[in-house]
């Protein structure tokens, strides 16, 4: 397959497109903005490749999506550009509108010429990557979120994803693009940005520095690692059927603190445990989210193959281990607004 990525120089679309050419036969072109989120270095060693190819595009310029339509002709598209960071969609949504809802509709646009261009008889695909955040906040008792669940999203972030979500699916029904739309939860492991909270806790607990958790550290999220994502994503896209949705998740569902405990008893125990700080609660702070993933199970044979214990024990070791990477963010280009500095 001829696929075109997009966001694939962010965290998960990194991990996508390095499983994509170091285990298959499929081409890449990569559409990528290189905001501050963007790092060409997370996919450097798929660069020699010659079924890599990468372009530095806004996905919100029309002129430049389509020509990359009409010249890398895909048979499918994975769509994971967008603004990602709750916090900061907090502090500045513009930037969520313009990418999560514009340039999506951009692209929809985009892959409907082309689609319409295409003969009949070859297969496209456009995988909507999307998060369990549309769906709100779930109370400790009740059901997981599945593909059944009705929107209610409650930050900046979230509306914009659940507009877009909308957009993808209108595209389907209205136009007849063979769209299908995914809603995953909590992804963590390589390459993620130090502002979100699993690479935000490892990196301060190695500078010694206070750990802010929101609130009371009560609040659920369901955690995957990243290359269960990525896998679950690729097999969307090649056996998928259009029009379905699949809600995908690690069944892992954890307290934040229990997270934040997890990663200080990975480093070294009680000292660092001694550096976390319950520090004021982020507004409109989502309780819960938790994901029934029997319906991939059951029809695409997808399932979560790390657990949380070895992909948190994975994930800090490779911060470990990969120091230049996230102190050159650290000390240079780290643009958060609230790096937990907020107590
Ligand atoms: P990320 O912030 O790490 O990466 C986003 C990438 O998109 C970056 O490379 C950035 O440069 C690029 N980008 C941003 N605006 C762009 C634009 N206008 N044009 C082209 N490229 C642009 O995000 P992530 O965590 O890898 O998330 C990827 C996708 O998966 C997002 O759609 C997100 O909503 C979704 N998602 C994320 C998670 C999670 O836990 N991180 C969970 C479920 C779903
Ligand atoms: O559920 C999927 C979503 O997961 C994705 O769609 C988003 O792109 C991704 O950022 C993530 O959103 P969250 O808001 O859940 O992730 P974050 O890492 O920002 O926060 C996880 C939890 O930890 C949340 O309850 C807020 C809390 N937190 C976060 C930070 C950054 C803290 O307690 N302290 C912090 O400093």
Not at 265 to 282: T, Y
Not at 308 to 332: C, K, P, Q
Request: glycine share 8%; aromatic share 10%; charged share 25%.
């Amino acid at each position: 397959m001829r696929i075109l990525v997009t966001g694939g120089l962010g965290f998960i679309g990194s991990a996508v497109v390095r499983r994509i050419i170091s285990g298959s036969d499929h081409e890449v072109l990569n559409l990528d903005k290189i905001t501050y989120a963007g790092d060409p270095s997370t996919v450097a060693e798929m660069a020699s490749s010659d079924r890599y190819h990468f372009e530095r595009t806004d996905i919100c310029d029309a002129a430049a999506v389509a020509r990359a339509f009409a010249e890398f002709r895909p048979d499918g598209v994975l769509h994971l550009a967008a603004e990602s960071h709750v916090d900061r969609s907090i502090d500045g949504p513009a930037d969520f509108i313009q990418t999560n809802l514009v340039g999506t509709f951009t692209l929809l646009e985009a892959a409907l010429a082309w689609h319409r261009e295409r003969p009949c008889a070859e297969p496209f695909r456009f995988v909507h990557v999307s998060t369990d955040e549309v769906f709100g906040s779930l109370g400790p008792d009740d059901a997981p979120f599945d593909e059944t669940t009705p929107y209610s999203p409650r930050s900046p972030y979230s509306a914009s994803k659940a507009g877009s979500d909308h957009l993808a699916r209108a595209w389907g029904e209205t136009f007849g693009l063979p769209v299908i739309v995914t809603n995953c939860s909590n992804n963590y492991g390589e390459y993620q940005f130090p502002e979100k909270l699993v690479p935000l806790m490892i990196v301060k607990a190695l500078r010694a520095e206070a750990l802010p958790v929101y609130g009371a550290g009560e609040n659920v999220r369901d955690w995957l690692y990243v290359d269960d994502h990525a896998a679950a994503l690729v097999q969307v896209l090649e056996s998928g059927y259009p029009g379905e949705t699949y809600a995908i998740g690690g069944s892992a569902e954890r307290q934040n603190i229990e997270v934040v405990r997890g990663i200080c008893d990975l480093l070294d125990a009680r000292p660092r445990q001694d550096l976390i700080e319950f520090v004021q609660d982020r507004p409109g702070h989502d309780l819960r989210y938790a994901v029934n993933t029997d319906h991939i199970c059951a029809t695409l044979g997808w399932r979560p193959s790390v657990s949380f214990e070895e992909g948190l024990a994975r994930t800090v070791d490779w911060y470990l281990s990969h120091e230049e990477w996230w102190s050159a963010i650290l000390d240079s280009r780290y643009e958060g607004q609230r790096l937990g500095s907020k107590a």
